[in-house]
């Protein structure tokens, strides 16, 4: 039956009854008695506290949904904010009402809408949650507001009344600068959430780091980008160095130190494209609008170093002026195509790998305009275009005045500036807390090789995106952190950082409160991967920690274990241990040639491989086996005749061309060995190079 009305409490002894929307609701229990939120490193929230900025939500629409299953969907905003929620809720009879269903789950990230997608939706319905999400700012207290909200309109939209003995446990979970979010969550409130899964996780050191130091490693390496892939593929010597100078090997050692998985440069381009720091250029030299020129012209910064990298930094400089000749838009006025005419030639622009970051003043003799716009220019083609994510923070006014014989000065002084942006970022002695990656750019004294900016803009940011939190590790709930092994924006020894923060705050009940999740094979991006020959989709990984988070919360069922790892010299995550020992979630494959020598194979001959493939004890079963012979990630599936914890799969394969090939087999195992379902699936993959004479 549709529902017409909805209960709104506006105490906790009176219910009103609304036909229409929108319905307003305090958060307080009596105006009389409200509580503010107090200060601490940020508002400190509690379930009854009252949050001045959020203090009246208002609902203003109510529906069934039929996709991606039955929901009932009610959404809203808070008075006076821009702020908007929407809970997507389990209809009453699909809910059997007991307390292991009454749950939710909440995504947040700080740039997000509040529509939840599909695969979010019916992940919270297939796990007996209903789902929460809120319009992206910074911090955590619009997602607090909207969890406490939730509960009152859950209890009501169940019957629950006043039973005071079904609780509604809430989760919250966040990648990235979510994670920045969600561990502000965690430290800076009590009773609001029972638990979190930081995704990727970032902390108050990371924010401009890895987005600079990929396209430093871009800069200087990219005349080795081959080299560097085959070194680190399947059968390669694992020794990106050898064919490097003195001056390439020392940047790859100093972002390797950093952080950067040296096994991510099997995908040389995708690890240090610039569109990152191209986003981002604008709030950092906003931030430190002096820095740019300080990279150019100060002593100590590599803009002005007599070295062969600084060199090579003045030779990749643009700084050019060329004439509009056609303008092609798209819809919304966008330039999409800016075809330029006379552009003079310069050896700068064979240093530009990917087109992106540039700078477009616009001049004109009857036009006087000030601003600058982002945007890409493709010296081959001589075209500029404006459709491109870095664009997003143009001036779209200024659009109107590029017009054919108007005049483009073209810089990518900027974002060149901005390649080495961590090395200026070094924390004081006084705020280091044991930041392993970034010893590497101190002397040994502990002060830093290289002039550090007045604002350390890392840390400023990570706190505004936290919340004001710190990092301290002292957590008021549950923690599943899913950490990648070749994530190059969330370097990996990021969550071991904040792991030992837990471990020193929490002490011995730091293991009944965290686990950590490495993960091999998964980057930073969730969802398909476009290099499926190297990387698999690690969407399934978390929400299994969410499932295995509310089993922890609500049942005491203890989560998979902490993944055994070791830290190297170099600051790589390495995972040690037999299947048994290695902890974490993901499955483990092991692919063998059974003829000998894979570097001595003859075309035509028939090859034989054998794949075991194995899932931690009590985390699943192998439910998916698929096959790519030609490692170029098109996978065939092969009949997996009964879901089991362990597999061995014998296949045959004949190559009649010469050449090298990897051979690449993904499982995927699955809790209850649900070969149908698409949510929380985990894979991993086993490859191995063939080489054929």
């Not at 490193?41 to 609902?59: E, K, M, N, Q, S």
């Not at 997602?143 to 629950?160: I, M, T």
């Not at 604008?282 to 590599?302: I, N, R």
């Not at 061995?648 to 060995?673: K, L």
């Amino acid at each position: 039956m549709p529902i017409e009305y909805i209960y709104i409490a506006l105490d906790l002894t009176t219910l009103s009854l609304f036909r229409k929307p929108p319905f307003n609701h305090h958060l307080s229990q009596n105006a009389s008695e409200a509580v503010l939120c107090g200060p601490q490193d940020g508002l400190h929230v509690t379930a009854d506290c009252i949050d001045p900025d959020y203090y009246t939500p208002i609902i203003d629409s109510q529906n069934y949904e039929p996709k991606p299953l039955p929901h009932y969907k009610i959404g809203g905003h808070f008075e006076n904010t821009s702020i908007r929620f929407n809970f997507y809720f389990p209809p009453k009879n699909l809910s059997s009402g007991t307390k292991g269903d009454g749950r939710f789950f909440q995504f947040a990230y700080p740039t997000q809408d509040e529509t939840a997608t599909e695969d979010t939706i019916g992940f919270g319905l297939d796990s007996g949650a209903y789902i929460i999400q809120v319009t992206g700012t910074q911090g955590y207290r619009a997602e607090a507001a909207s969890a406490k909200f939730s509960r009152k309109v859950a209890a009501q939209y169940y019957d629950l009344g006043n039973d005071t003995e079904i609780r509604i446990y809430g989760y919250i979970y966040g990648a990235s600068g979510g994670s920045l979010q969600t561990i502000g969550a965690l430290e800076n409130t009590i009773g609001v959430w029972d638990g979190a899964v930081p995704i990727v996780q970032a902390i108050p050191v990371s924010v401009g780091t890895s987005h600079t130091l990929r396209p430093m490693a871009g800069l200087v390496l990219q005349n080795k980008s081959r080299e560097n892939q085959e070194a680190m593929r399947p059968g390669g010597s694992g020794n990106p160095y050898a064919s490097l100078t003195g001056a390439q090997e020392e940047i790859l050692r100093e972002v390797v130190q950093l952080g950067l998985p040296v096994g991510a440069l099997e995908d040389f381009y995708y690890v240090v494209n610039r569109i990152p720091p191209a986003q981002l250029r604008a709030s950092f030299v906003g931030v430190d609008p002096s820095y740019v020129q300080d990279f150019w012209t100060k002593e100590g910064y590599l803009g002005s170093e007599e070295s062969a990298i600084g060199e090579l930094f003045r030779s990749a400089l643009v700084d050019v002026q060329a004439k509009v000749l056609k303008v092609d838009r798209n819809g919304q006025n966008v330039p999409v195509a800016v075809t330029l005419a006379d552009v003079p030639t310069s050896s700068a622009f064979d240093l530009n790998w990917d087109t992106i970051g540039y700078l477009f003043n616009i001049s004109s003799t009857t036009v006087t305009t000030s601003g600058v716009l982002s945007g890409r220019f493709n010296f081959t083609s001589n075209i500029a275009r404006f459709d491109v994510p870095e664009s997003q923070l143009n001036n779209v006014s200024l659009y109107d005045y590029i017009q054919p014989n108007v005049t483009l000065h073209i810089s990518n002084r900027e974002i060149l500036a901005l390649h080495s942006w961590y090395r200026y970022q070094v924390p004081s002695i006084s705020d280091d807390r044991g930041y392993i990656g970034i010893d590497h750019l101190r002397a040994p004294n502990g002060s830093s090789k290289y002039p550090t900016r007045l604002l350390n803009t890392a840390k400023i940011f990570a706190k505004s995106s936290a919340g004001g939190a710190n990092h301290s590790g002292l957590i008021n709930a549950k923690v599943i952190v899913v950490q990648n092994l070749l994530d190059h924006d969330a370097l990996p020894w990021w969550a071991h950082w904040y792991r030992l923060q837990i471990e020193n705050s929490l002490g011995e009940g730091a293991k009944d409160n965290y686990r950590l999740w490495y993960n091999s094979h998964t980057a930073h991006e969730y969802g398909q991967p476009k290099n499926e020959a190297l990387l698999v989709d690690y969407t399934g990984i978390y929400q299994q920690a969410l499932r295995d988070l509310s089993a922890w919360v609500e049942h005491g069922i203890s989560p998979a274990s902490t993944t055994n790892y070791t830290l190297t010299s170099s600051n790589a995550i390495v995972t040690r241990g037999n299947i048994t020992q290695r902890g974490g979630i993901q499955p483990v494959v092991c692919l063998k040639f059974l003829q000998g020598d894979a570097s001595k194979v003859l075309a035509g001959e028939v090859l034989l491989f054998t794949a075991t493939a194995e899932a931690p004890p009590g985390t699943g079963k192998i439910v998916s086996f698929e096959c790519d012979l030609y490692g170029n990630g098109n996978f065939t599936k092969r009949t997996v005749a009964q879901p089991t914890v362990a597999i061995t799969e014998r296949f045959e394969v004949a190559y009649n061309d010469p050449g090298d090939y990897v051979v690449i087999v993904r499982v995927t195992s699955q809790r209850e060995g649900n070969t149908e379902t698409r949510f929380a699936r985990v894979s991993n993959l086993g490859r191995i190079k063939i080489s054929i004479r």
